[in-house]
């Protein structure tokens, strides 16, 4: 579209030696999209490399507002903080490159995984959890609509909403899946124990003790229950 063409062109501008006109293309990408994170990325990379290091750390904050799991702002960010003599940010943000870096290497080894195996539903679930990690939570729920898309049936899809919902701290899509859990639970041990646990971790003793029951009742362990393990 246009400003995909223009920010392709500013990018052309730069390639060519010439930043001050790069600038003037990206300027006018943001003025049709003000949330274009990869423009506000040139944006700072080109200010960098003219020397204008505090415009060029707004621009580089301001993308990695609009898409805080790209690793790409975060290397400029440090570079930026540095040279304004802000070195525990700068370590702060270094910390958050390299943390960012391995993660998603992590997510690509799991999604080429899924290219060639996209019915693995282990893999699925392990990129979902990586993404919660990162604190990506719409990624974590596509790849976890995409399970429940593929296996709604399954016990196991259910029980591993609740999880991923709690690794996420959304505490009103939590319940809901704890609920949804419940009622499906039937005769699954693993079922009872998690809502046990997560009953009691929000105060809720009717359900606890309920869930509780219900996993002594088909044979779970009494310490695994009080144990927590």
């Known amino acids: 579209d246009m400003i995909e063409a223009r ?3 500013a990018l052309a501008e730069y390639r060519l030696g010439r930043p001050e006109r790069a600038l003037e293309r990206l300027d006018g990408v943001l003025e049709r999209d003000p949330n274009h994170s990869e423009a506000w990325y040139w944006r700072g990379h080109v200010l960098w490399e003219l020397g204008r290091t ?4 707004e621009a580089l904050e301001r ?3 609009l898409d805080p799991f790209d690793p790409a702002p975060w290397h400029l960010i440090g570079q930026a903080l540095r040279e304004l003599g802000r070195v525990d940010e700068a370590r702060a943000a270094e910390a958050r490159l390299a943390e960012l870096q391995a993660l998603d290497s992590q997510a690509r080894n799991l999604e080429s995984v899924l290219i060639f195996q996209p019915t693995k539903d282990t893999a699925r679930m392990d990129l979902a959890r990586l993404f919660a990690r990162m604190g990506d939570a719409v990624r974590a729920r596509a790849a976890l609509r995409e399970l429940e898309r593929r296996t709604p049936e399954l016990l196991a899809t259910a029980r591993f909403a609740l999880e991923l919902y709690l690794l996420l701290g959304d505490a009103h899509a939590t319940r809901a899946a704890a609920l949804a859990l419940e009622a499906r639970a039937g005769a ?6 998690l809502l046990a646990r997560y009953w009691q971790a ?5 359900r606890r003790v309920q869930a509780s029951e219900q996993y002594l009742r ?6 695994k229950l009080e144990g927590g393990k």
């Open 7 to 9: 920010r392709g062109a």
């Open 54 to 57: 505090e415009a060029a750390l």
């Open 63 to 65: 993308a990695r507002e």
């Open 188 to 193: 699954d041990r693993d079922a009872w124990l």
């Open 202 to 206: 929000v105060g809720d003793r009717q």
């Open 218 to 223: 088909h044979g779970g362990d009494l310490r």
